[in-house]
């Protein structure tokens, strides 16, 4: 992996040092409460290391805000557009999978996400269900490909066109079987505090 880490990266690394020191944990704090371990955290925050999705899942439910509200919080961002080009792309180094940030990112980030997910041909990417909790309702809908969506023990078959409303948490895995890329959207409404 190349030490150079793009602007995004370095403000996600950023961010999560910033929300352990807000709540004023240790790295042993965090990680006894995402089971992550500490000298992972620590890499990420000192930018040695790129988190996967699902290590950034388990650290956003530590802190209790959903994965997007983690990653809008390092986007920054402003204004009531968000233009294609501007939008912040991230990629999950152990997946290749890229989330987009639809949403304009806005301080403290409001009641309604949108997220663009496109996963490769072959990789999922598994979210524990405390990443879920802050979630009131969540949609996902297919835009291209097949995806898989694992709910506990329930499996969604998914094409194009084809919208599934969550149940309540549980852990979750979103898998491309197909030999392209899938591509989706994820509308997100976070409970009130």
């Not at 997007?68 to 968000?82: F, H, K, T, V």
């Not at 990112?105 to 879920?132: R, T």
């Amino acid at each position: 992996m190349s030490t150079e880490f793009d602007n995004l990266e370095r403000r996600l690394a950023e961010r999560i040092r910033i929300e352990r020191e807000r709540r004023g944990w240790s790295l042993a704090d965090l990680s006894n409460r995402s089971g992550v371990s500490r000298a992972m955290i620590s890499k990420i925050e000192r930018e040695e290391s790129s988190p996967t999705a699902a290590l950034l899942g388990r650290l956003s439910a530590a802190f209790g805000v959903t994965l997007s509200q983690l990653l809008a919080s390092a986007e920054g961002g402003g204004g009531r557009l968000a233009r294609l080009a501007e939008q912040e792309r991230w990629t999950d180094p152990a997946t290749g999978f890229q989330r987009r940030a639809l949403t304009p990112p806005v301080p403290g980030g409001g009641p309604l996400e949108l997220v663009w997910g496109d996963l490769p041909a072959g990789a999922e990417v598994a979210y524990p269900a405390a990443a879920y909790r802050m979630i009131g309702d969540q949609q996902i809908l297919v835009v291209e490909g097949t995806l898989h969506f694992h709910q506990g023990t329930a499996l969604y078959a998914m094409a194009p066109g084809d919208c599934l409303r969550l149940g309540p948490p549980e852990d979750c895995v979103f898998a491309n079987p197909g030999p392209g890329p899938c591509r989706y959207v994820v509308a997100i409404v976070r409970r009130d505090p």
